[in-house]
C-alpha cells in the first residue's frame, strides 16, 4: 500500500462525509477490522431522494459475504490474481489479500472503493487494486483472473445472467469462481445460465451463519470452466 497517501484524512473525511465507523469480524484464525458507513439505511434514504443515485448496497455487510470471507479463508493465494465483484467495502477482497492473492476489488460505486482502499491499508495487507465496474458493460482491457469472487451478487432477476456472464469473461481457464447467496428466489436461474456458457457449477449444502443478531442460509456455489 502506497505510504504517499494521508490516511488520517482519509479515516476523517470518510467519517466527516458517511459517519464512518469501525467494525471487527473474525474470519478463521484471523481477525479484521474495516471501516463502513455507520447507516446503510440512512445513505438508502438519501439515494431514494435522488432518482440519478445507485442504492448503497455497498454500505452494508451482508451474511453471505461472510460466509464467502469463510470460503476464501481457506484458500492459499500463492501470488494468484483474484477479482471480486460487487466489493462493498471489502471484507472478502482484504481476506483473500491476506491468504495470498492479487486482488483487485471491482464495483459500480467509486465510493465503495475507497473504503476497500483504506481498509487493506488499516489491515496491514498488500495493496488491493481497485476497479470501477459495471457487469452491463465489462471493459475491454479486464484481465483474467485465478479466482473470482462474489458475495450476495444476484439480488435482481437479471443479475444472474449478468454474473455468469462476467465469470464466464473474466474467469481463466483453469481458475475457479465462488458466488455466495442467501437462498433467494432471484438466484434459481444462476446454474441454468452458467451452464449456458459451458461453465461447471458445484452448490454446496448451504451454511447457516450468524450475524446482527440473526441466523442467516446461505449458499455457495463453484463455478469452473468445462
Known amino acids: ?28 484464525d484471523r481477525r479484521f477490522e474495516f471501516f463502513r458507513p455507520r447507516s446503510a439505511d440512512r445513505l438508502l434514504d438519501e439515494a431514494l ?68 482502499a483504506l481498509n487493506a491499508w488499516h489491515n496491514k495487507l498488500r495493496a488491493i487494486h481497485t476497479k470501477i465496474v459495471d457487469w452491463h458493460d465489462l471493459p475491454d482491457h ?20 449478468l454474473v455468469a456472464a462476467a465469470i464466464e469473461r473474466a474467469l481463466s481457464r483453469e481458475g475457479e469462481a465462488i458466488v455466495t447467496d442467501p437462498s433467494r428466489a432471484t438466484a434459481v436461474t444462476f446454474e441454468i445460465e452458467c451452464r449456458k456458457r459451458a461453465l461447471v457449477v458445484h452448490r454446496d449444502p448451504p451454511r447457516t451463519t450468524k450475524y446482527a443478531a440473526m441466523r442467516h442460509v446461505v449458499d455457495t456455489y463453484w463455478i469452473r470452466h468445462v
Request: aromatic content about 8%.
Open 142 to 161: 479486464l484481465r483474467t483472473f485465478d479466482l473470482v469472487i462474489g458475495g450476495d451478487v444476484l439480488y435482481e432477476s437479471h443479475h444472474p445472467n
Open 1 to 28: 500500500m502506497s505510504q504517499s497517501r494521508n490516511w488520517e484524512q482519509i479515516v476523517a473525511d470518510l467519517k466527516r462525509r458517511f459517519d464512518a465507523t469501525l467494525d471487527t469480524v473474525r474470519i478463521g
Open 49 to 116: 431522494l435522488d432518482r440519478d443515485a445507485a442504492l448503497p448496497y455497498w454500505a452494508e455487510v451482508w451474511p453471505s459475504s461472510i460466509v464467502l470471507a469463510e470460503r476464501v479463508a481457506e484458500l492459499t493465494g500463492d501470488g494468484r490474481r483474484c477479482l471480486e465483484l460487487g466489493a462493498g467495502c471489502g471484507l472478502s477482497s482484504l481476506v483473500a489479500a491476506a491468504a495470498g492473492y492479487e486482488v483487485t476489488a471491482s464495483d459500480y460505486c467509486a465510493e465503495a472503493l475507497e473504503f476497500v
